[in-house]
């Protein structure tokens, strides 16, 4: 289904939401987005194993408008259920991240991955078929060799246009514990892999064994007091990368400096307030995703209730805190009841590293503008986007009385929560995955 909407101007130019797809089932509930890295294609992954890729239609001189809408270009299976009968485990197909690599032909190539293997995927095109084979017939089978009194010289024709995706390696059974992060380095040869306890360093061209770059279990689990919760590498040093913890630090490595990067160069952290400690202190102040920013100056984080930007050259506290749902502070015990104070939220840069964006509950979603310090609430729902409908900021009312256009904290759903959100390279266009439904917002076409 296709539905086009905008919303007011706040941050930047009025966008249209451009594309919502329904679903379901649990499968069908989308658990990671992606766009690559000329912002042509987005992919997203789902709880069934299943990758949907999408392809932004060129601009036609007849329906100049048509610019930016992504139509399905691919559909594949890329993880299956698994069962390790050593430790009687159930391993989920569902995809935990999408990473592209950068287009060096015609052909497209990304890793996707489940909770322990990750895939290196090729999608490419194919609009022509070979025929004159001279060892077998058209439809494949071998032909009579006695039978065969001429030469014929294979010839190119026409077909309908394929894509194609195939599995080029599989990197597996190198990780214990569940795989939270890939993440390509900038020499487009390596990437790594980042479980609960331990970071994987692999070359694409070798599946049977990986480096491990950081370690960080215990001789005795019962010592265990954190654990890696997200890494990446850094956009333009392919010997620095960072990873976060469940205590809400983080770590800057450098594998220049040793082989093991249990010893880190920098050790980000900010202290706590005394007056603000809580039962659930820690587990909010776990960090679920970590980013570099594109110039590779600053890093965002994002844990529980805010998002918070900090310069590679200042440890001790962030430059920049934002308050994504501080509202929910006095839900915290029954956020904790249900499981929902354990949610994973990710956030992401614009492409000029002015904006962040992340989500919240309700279908909500918050952008933050760090030159002008504005913010803005906005809704990702079905309701709401009737075609040319403005899709108005959403505010939410704490206590007393409320007005018409607000609403309350309590009638907030928590089961309809955005953990997942991209934005284009170079555009302001945004993919939002709300629960089974993809939304794709763009910039208002003059």
């Known amino acids: 289904m296709k539905c086009f909407s905008r919303y007011l101007p706040y941050i930047f130019r009025p966008p249209n939401t451009i594309l919502s797809c329904s679903c379901h089932t649990e499968a069908d509930i989308i658990s990671t987005v992606e766009f690559n890295h000329t ?221 093991l990067c249990d010893q880190h160069s920098k050790f980000f952290e900010e202290p706590e307030d005394p007056s603000n400690r809580s039962f659930f202190s820690e587990i909010i102040s776990s960090i679920s995703d970590v980013k570099f920013s594109h110039s590779g100056r600053y890093i965002m984080t994002r844990d529980y209730l805010t998002v918070k930007v900090w310069d590679l050259n200042m440890e001790n506290r962030p430059i920049e805190t934002y308050q994504v749902h501080d509202y929910l502070r006095s839900k915290l015990c029954s956020l904790y009841e249900n499981d929902c104070i354990f949610d994973k939220f990710e956030c992401v840069w614009n492409g000029s590293d002015s904006v962040i964006m992340t989500g919240s509950y309700n279908n909500f979603f918050r952008m933050f503008d760090r030159n002008t310090k504005r913010d803005v609430t906005l809704e990702a729902s079905r309701e709401n986007s009737k075609p040319r409908a403005i899709l108005k900021p959403r505010k939410v009312c704490v206590g007393g009385k409320r007005r018409k256009d607000e609403i309350s904290v309590d009638s907030l759903d928590f089961s309809k929560k955005i953990l997942h959100t991209a934005w284009h390279p170079s555009e302001n266009i945004i993919a939002v995955a709300a629960t089974n439904n993809l939304y794709i917002f763009q910039d208002k076409v003059n």
């Open 39 to 259: 912002g042509e294609l987005l992919a997203t992954g789902d709880k069934g194993g299943r990758v949907v890729i999408f392809q932004r239609e060129q601009e036609s001189k007849n329906q100049p408008h048509r610019r930016g809408e992504y139509n399905v270009y691919s559909t594949f299976q890329s993880h299956e259920p698994e069962f390790d009968y050593l430790k009687s485990l159930e391993i989920e197909e569902k995809i935990n991240k999408i990473r592209w690599l950068p287009q060096q032909n015609a052909a497209y190539f990304l890793l996707s991955t489940n909770d322990k293997t990750v895939k290196l995927w090729k999608v490419s095109e194919r609009d022509k078929r070979p025929e004159g084979y001279n060892l077998k017939d058209e439809d494949g089978r071998f032909r009579d060799p006695s039978m065969i009194t001429m030469l014929r010289v294979p010839v190119l024709r026409p077909m309908d246009l394929m894509v194609e995706a195939t599995p080029r390696r599989v990197f597996a059974n190198a990780h214990t514990y569940h795989i939270n992060s890939i993440s390509v380095n900038s020499d487009y040869e390596t990437y790594m892999s980042a479980d609960d306890l331990r970071i994987n360093l692999w070359n694409f061209e070798i599946t049977n064994q990986s480096f491990n770059i950081v370690d960080i279990k215990p001789a005795n689990m019962e010592e265990l007091t954190e654990v890696i919760t997200a890494a990446e590498f850094h956009p333009n040093h392919c010997n620095t990368f960072v990873y976060s913890s469940s205590k809400g630090t983080i770590r800057l490595c450098d594998m220049r400096a040793s082989a």
